[in-house]
């Protein structure tokens, strides 16, 4: 079964992203300069990733739906954990923003984000069919600490540990009418 881009605002877009995927699966390393033989294909990955009409969660549903697909009919299991992608040795080329931010509470010292992924694998063969749900995010740029926030008294839902519950909730609703059980 292919797996890719399928739903994009411009079909160009659809073929740009899946030549991406397919240059990043055929060569499993994980950096544009090592997928890309040249300038021009480097270029053309940051301009994609950088294109006002491919979104962030344009990226996740694609991942979702390509997972649904894979595993259709199947018995699952949905493994979660958070990982920090820490840009800090990039900080004299990456600012700080709404998508990059701190992933600390010391604010001024962190640069990067966190990904919390549901990864689906076959019950049985332990193959994986792809990803559930992802939620991506950053802390605030002026991260306060559990005293300042009044961490014990917050609601679950403001918590950062409510990644667990909603990546939950999400992958159930994902895959709800498509898998065994």
Known sequence: MKRGFTDLEDKRLVYRGNKILSDLFSKSVH????????ESEAKAVYRFLQNDRVSEKDIIENLIHNCRTACAGRFVVCIQDTTEINL?????RINKDSFVGTTNAKGFQGLGFFIHPSLVLDAVTGTPYGYSDIKVWNR??????KHERQ???L???????????EVSKNTQASLRDVVEG
């Open 31 to 38: 950096s544009i300069r090592q997928i890309s033989r040249n």
């Open 88 to 92: 800090s040795s990039h900080g004299k």
């Open 140 to 145: 605030p740029l002026e991260f306060k600490s």
């Open 151 to 153: 961490y014990g008294k």
């Open 155 to 165: 609601p679950i839902e403001e918590k950062e540990s409510y990644k667990w519950i």
